[in-house]
């Protein structure tokens, strides 16, 4: 995947804010908000990329189940 966008401070600049989840020190929220944005960016920007990534995680969910 490509990477989540990243921040610092300060916490606008040139119109642009850091997202609220970030600021908030919920680190599950944070890290659910990073891997969303790691899986929005690399469909978007590369659709080849997504699609290795979803036949992947295709094989591993089947691998998991024939393990069962």
Not at 33 to 38: L, M, T, V
Not at 46 to 66: E, I
Request: hydrophobic share 25%; net charge positive; proline share 6%.
């Amino acid at each position: 995947l490509i990477e989540y966008p990243q921040y610092t401070r300060p916490q606008e600049w040139e119109g642009r804010t850091i997202p609220e989840v970030l600021r908030s020190g919920d680190h599950a929220k944070i890290a659910a908000w990073r891997k969303a944005r790691s899986e929005e960016d690399t469909r978007l920007r590369r659709p080849d990329l997504w699609d290795r990534y979803c036949g992947d995680r295709d094989q591993s969910a089947s691998g998991a189940r024939h393990k069962k």
